[in-house]
């Protein structure tokens, strides 16, 4: 079956523009992750869903970011204003309701470069 | 801060098993053992998980000490496709809810020939 996909696979901008990044998780999976990954470091967790409401968005780094589901399927990752260190590829995930011992399963990533 | 310590890095031979280890001193009685890969430029690819005992899949095996204070991750039979980064994750139990996993720098593993 189908896994979690993500696009655009790579994204280049300017500083100071908007960009949305998108995930599309795995069909009928209620729980949804954002985490974030720079060079040389793990992932990093930015938000995450259950259906179409954020149960925790604590690792959002400041108010530039935001993101939303509203129909508890496809998400949608916005930056605002964007800045060179946001420069990272941004990876989403999804497992089937977010309980203890599911297993999040990965898209590719959208790389997002900030000139 | 993540919850494990890994080696920052480990060679193998190809056709010999790996043998990845993870301290998790600290390890919470519901706390799970995940194992992620991530093959440069991909995403995190999941590999197993456990929480007391020993678990086996078509991948690989993990080993949980008694105490659970550490495990190991086995690649029975490595290739060259097995050269990534291995993340070892300690993932809780919130009121029944997973939680987000907390990444480490990983274990560079070298697969040679």
């Known amino acids: 079956g189908a896994g979690v996909s993500q696009t655009p696979s790579n994204k280049v901008t300017e500083k100071g523009k908007y960009v949305e990044l998108r995930c599309d998780p795995i069909s009928g999976h209620t729980a949804l992750y954002w985490y974030r990954q720079s060079l040389g470091q793990g992932p990093e967790f930015l938000i995450y869903?259950?259906?179409?409401?954020?149960?925790?968005d604590s690792g959002l780094p400041n108010d530039r970011f935001f993101a939303v589901r509203p129909e508890g399927s496809v998400s949608t990752l916005k930056i605002q204003r964007t800045e060179r260190g946001d420069s990272a590829v941004y990876l989403c995930a999804s497992s089937s309701s977010g309980r203890a011992g599911e297993t999040q399963y990965f898209g590719p990533g959208t790389r997002l470069l900030v000139l | 801060d993540a919850k494990t310590t890994q080696p920052t890095s480990m060679d193998c031979a190809e056709g010999r098993a790996a043998n990845l280890p993870c301290n998790h001193s600290?390890?919470?009685?519901?706390?799970?053992v995940y194992w992620y890969r991530q093959i440069h430029s991909q995403g995190p690819q999941y590999i197993i998980h456990?929480?007391?005992n020993n678990e086996t899949n078509e991948m690989a095996s993990l080993i949980i000490t008694e105490d659970r204070k550490s495990s190991t991750l086995i690649l029975p039979h490595a290739t060259l496709r097995d050269t990534a980064v291995y993340y070892c994750i300690v993932s809780g139990d919130y009121g029944g809810s997973q939680g987000n996993l907390i990444f480490g720098k990983g274990t560079k593993l070298s697969v040679k020939p």
């Open positions: 869903f259950q259906g179409t409401g954020a149960a925790d």
């Open positions: 456990g929480l007391k």
């Open positions: 600290t390890i919470s009685g519901n706390e799970y």
